[in-house]
């Protein structure tokens, strides 16, 4: 498995998660609406956004598994906001665990960030258990500029990632 840019090659595996409401449920967007065209333009905008990182995860054989995000880029104080959306199909086999630590570990060392944060519904148990489980530490002292993009930043758990 590794990371790579986004080709327009993924757009159908993006559009299967987007529509599957396992993924969906506790996610505020509605993705469900979401169609091909939508993926494709999400992909070529990605290709020179300056604010946003969004990089497929991808098997061996280059199938599209999901999308490691950073995302609200702030290159000045050092912070960005860390997002992932993965296949049914690629749930519990890996690609979660190596996506997120590989885009993590490329904010915190090649970008030079101190701080990747990302919230989770509290009512997403798997994701609250992946994020504990891999040892990721959550935080109740959110960014004052996070909770302004999150009203509901109550209703979420905060995790926290940051440089050495």
Not at 15 to 31: A, G, I, Q, S
Not at 32 to 40: I, Y
Request: some cysteine; glycine content about 4%.
């Amino acid at each position: 498995m590794k990371l790579r840019r986004l080709e327009l090659k993924d757009a159908p595996l993006m559009l299967e998660w987007m529509h599957d409401p396992d993924v969906c449920k506790y996610m505020k967007r509605d993705f469900n609406s979401m169609k091909l065209e939508n993926c494709q333009a999400f992909i070529k905008s990605s290709q020179d956004d300056e604010e946003n990182l969004h990089l497929a995860v991808v098997d061996d054989s280059d199938e599209y598994m999901g999308t490691v995000s950073l995302k609200e880029i702030d290159r000045k104080n050092g912070i960005a906001e860390f997002a992932i959306t993965m296949r049914s199909a690629a749930m519990g086999k890996g690609y979660s665990a190596f996506g997120m630590r590989e885009i993590i570990r490329y904010g915190l060392t090649e970008m030079g960030l101190k701080k990747v944060v990302w919230c989770v519904s509290k009512q997403n148990l798997r994701a609250n258990r992946f994020y504990d489980k891999n040892g990721y530490k959550k935080i109740t002292d959110v960014p004052q500029n996070y909770k302004e993009l999150y009203p509901e930043h109550s209703e979420m758990n905060w995790y926290l990632a940051e440089a050495e």
